[in-house]
Each structure stands twice: as structure tokens, then as C-alpha cells.
């Protein structure tokens, strides 16, 4: 049984602590979204996929083996992700990344190659990353990507000039983005350099802060959910939070990794137990108990076109909230919140007139330490802050926390 000791080594893993730098200067930067056309049963896949690579890697690291300047930036979602606009070089590339909290590395070269400029310094290391949602390997024996140092641009203000980059010249399952970037605990850089594979490598958002670019060692995430297939919706907010972003006060739980227990109306389907948040995941992931639980309490069957679960009208009509509880306070999770938005249903392979929710099954039971992911579903109802210094995670409600968008 891994439980506690599992979560105890995912808190771990999902952990950074950087010395403070104060400077007094304030730069914003959105993010945006765009749907990609890749079927819902690919989401839910890559999900599961995921979410187990990330519970391996925990459980790896448990037996002993490898595995207030206040800036924000702006983010587009996929439908799966939310990507953000980076340059890199000088003069500037400009890379379409996926914004991930549950990976550290930044990497380029999977769409649009990379481009050497003057800034550009080989450091003689290779990289290999993996991810259980798609396939970014650089192999050491094949030698398919090295790192790179290089001067980074996130957004006006807030330039790195020695960022560590992964450059890929080979990639899998990462269509329509160039890369990745890692927005995650510094611990998860490790064992990903080679020869040295002792090493972390300091995140952006580390550099940011140790350079004094940014005052706070925290990240401040602002999502809204949306019906478009492309549109500005999102914004990061290094250094800090955006207080136009969310709505009476930020309650603070565990870092990254959180106990958490859910309730479907009255009904208690999931007890308290540990979990994650993860911009990088798309949809609610349940253990196998709960997600029983909440088809049996919603009449939902299993689509087999998607993989999705599918309601009639007349049960949507009846849903009943979602609540999530943590050790900071709870957060109501609308009917409506629960759905796929009905106005992209083609773009993941499904049919315009069916109603389909966003809840997947995680495919272990719950008490096995990793139980549950809030994926950006959850985050687009609710404000979330990382905060790495104090070692802490929060969430806000929002003015879109109880629309009905979908």
C-alpha cells in the first residue's frame, strides 16, 4: 500500500523552495485557447496516460529509483491544454508552448524547429523527458536532443538571458504545439540531463525570481470557460495573483499535491484522500470507486464514440453540484461546470445534440495515494495560485465559477 507514503513522495517531487528577491515592478501576460480536433477518447486516454506516468514517477522516487513584482502572461487552451506564446533567441522566435504544472522542463522543436541565434550556447548536455500523455524523448544512445542555454522571452518585462531549453529534433503526440512550458516544482527536472544526471535545472519561473525579475516565488493561474474554438482566455501571473481575476478570498490548502474529498449533491463519492491539480490534464479524473459512485448518481452512461460519459436531457436537468473539500475550505462545482461544452462537441469526435460530462475514470481505486487530478476543467471555474515558497496551492472563486457557459 503506497497511500500517505506515496503522497508524502509526490509532495516531494512536486517540491521547490527558492530564497526570496523584493523589487517593485508590475508586468501582466495573457494566455489563449484553440480546440484541437483529436476525439474525446484521445483526451481521456492521454489523461489516464499522464496522470499514471506522473503516479510512477512518485512511486519510483518513494522505492529509491530515478524517474511582489507581479507579472502575468497570457495562455490559449487546446481543448486538451492551454498553450502560451514564448521567444526564444535574439532575435526572438516565437514558439507556441503548452503550459504545464506538472513538468518543469522547457523545451522547443516539435512544430517549428528551433532557431540558433548569438544568445544560443550549447552546454554538451542531452535530455530525455517523458510523458505518459504523448511521447518526448531524447534518447541518449540516438542522441535525438540536447540542452541548450538561451535568452528566454515570456513576456515584455520578463526576459531570462541564461534559460536551460530542451531542442528536440524528434517528438511524438504533441500536434499543433512546439513544446512544452514547465511551470512545475524544480524536482522534476531531475535525472532528465545526461551525463549529469544529478542535476536540477532550474525552472523560468526559478530564474525569474532569483534574477529579481519577479518579487514572489508563486504563480497565479486565471482560466474561463469558453464555447469558441479560439480565443484569448487565460492569463499567468508570475510573482504573484491578479486580483481582478477572482472573487472574495484565496483559502490555501497543500502544495500541489492536496487531500481532497468530494461529495456529488449529498452523497459523500469520494473520501478524503490525496490528489493533484494539473493544468496539463484536460478533463476530472476520479478513482474507479468514485467514478462508480458518480455514474450510478447521474444515470450517465459511457458513450462509446468519445469514452466520455453521456447524459439524456432529463438527467442533466437533475445533476446535482459537485463539491470538493479540502483542509482550507470547499468549492461547488455547478451542473453546468460538469459538462463538455455542447458547442464543441464535434471538435472531439462527438455529436452536436448529446449532452457528454467531463468527469473520466482513473482507472485505480481510491486509497492508493494518488486518487483523483483536478484537470483544467476544475481550473477554469476557480482562481488557483502555486505557491512554491511557502509551499502551498489556493484556490479563489471566480465571476465564472457558476456560469453556464457550456
Known amino acids: 500500500m503506497l497511500s500517505s507514503q506515496l503522497l508524502s513522495t509526490l509532495l516531494l517531487v512536486l517540491t521547490a523552495v527558492a530564497n526570496p528577491v523584493v523589487v517593485d515592478s508590475f508586468v501582466t501576460l495573457p494566455i489563449s485557447k484553440k480546440v484541437n480536433f483529436t476525439g474525446a477518447r484521445t483526451v481521456l486516454d492521454r489523461d489516464i496516460a499522464r496522470v499514471r506516468h506522473l503516479r510512477d514517477k512518485a512511486a519510483a522516487r518513494l522505492r529509491g529509483h530515478s524517474v511582489d513584482a507581479v507579472t ?116 522534476l527536472t531531475l535525472d532528465t540531463l545526461s551525463p549529469d544526471t544529478s542535476s536540477s535545472i532550474p525552472t523560468v519561473t526559478d530564474n525569474l525570481f532569483s534574477q529579481g525579475t519577479i518579487s514572489a516565488d508563486q504563480i497565479g493561474i486565471s482560466f474561463e470557460p469558453t464555447s469558441s474554438l479560439e480565443v484569448e482566455n487565460g492569463e499567468i501571473t508570475w510573482g504573484g495573483t491578479d486580483s481582478t481575476k477572482f472573487t472574495g478570498s484565496i483559502i490555501f490548502t497543500e502544495f500541489w499535491g492536496i487531500n481532497q474529498s468530494i461529495k456529488y449533491g449529498t452523497t459523500t463519492i469520494l ?31 459511457t458513450d462509446e464514440t468519445t469514452g466520455l460519459l453521456r447524459v439524456t436531457t432529463a438527467q442533466f436537468n437533475a445533476l446535482e453540484s459537485l463539491t470538493f473539500t479540502t483542509s482550507g475550505g470547499s468549492f461547488v462545482f455547478t451542473a453546468n461546470a460538469q459538462l463538455w461544452p455542447r458547442a464543441l462537441n464535434t471538435a472531439i469526435g462527438g455529436r452536436t445534440n448529446l449532452i457528454y460530462l467531463i468527469v473520466g475514470n482513473l482507472g485505480t481505486p481510491s486509497g492508493e495515494g494518488f486518487d483523483f487530478v483536478n484537470g483544467f476543467v476544475f481550473l477554469e471555474r476557480f482562481y488557483s495560485v502555486f505557491d512554491t515558497a511557502n509551499k502551498q496551492v489556493g484556490f479563489a472563486t471566480t465571476s465564472f465559477t457558476d456560469v453556464t457557459t457550456n
Open 271 to 301: 473520501s478524503t484522500t490525496a490528489g493533484i491539480v494539473d493544468t496539463g490534464t484536460t478533463l476530472l479524473l476520479l478513482a474507479s470507486n468514485a467514478f462508480s459512485a458518480y455514474t450510478r448518481a447521474t444515470g450517465a452512461v
Open 72 to 187: 502575468s502572461s497570457q495562455v490559449t487552451n487546446l481543448a486538451t491544454t492551454y498553450v502560451a506564446s514564448v521567444g526564444v533567441g535574439s532575435p526572438a522566435t516565437t514558439y507556441s508552448l503548452l503550459v504545464d504544472t506538472g513538468s518543469s522542463n522547457t523545451w522547443v522543436g516539435a512544430g517549428q524547429a528551433y532557431v540558433r541565434t548569438s544568445t544560443s550556447v550549447a552546454t554538451g548536455q542531452e535530455v530525455e523527458v517523458t510523458y505518459g500523455s504523448g511521447d518526448f524523448e531524447w534518447n541518449f544512445s540516438s542522441l535525438l536532443g540536447n540542452e541548450f542555454l538561451d535568452q528566454v522571452t515570456i513576456a515584455p518585462g520578463l526576459v531570462i538571458p541564461q534559460q536551460s531549453i530542451g531542442v528536440a529534433t524528434s517528438s511524438e503526440g504533441f500536434e499543433g504545439v512546439d513544446g512544452i512550458l514547465g511551470i512545475g516544482p524544480t524536482d
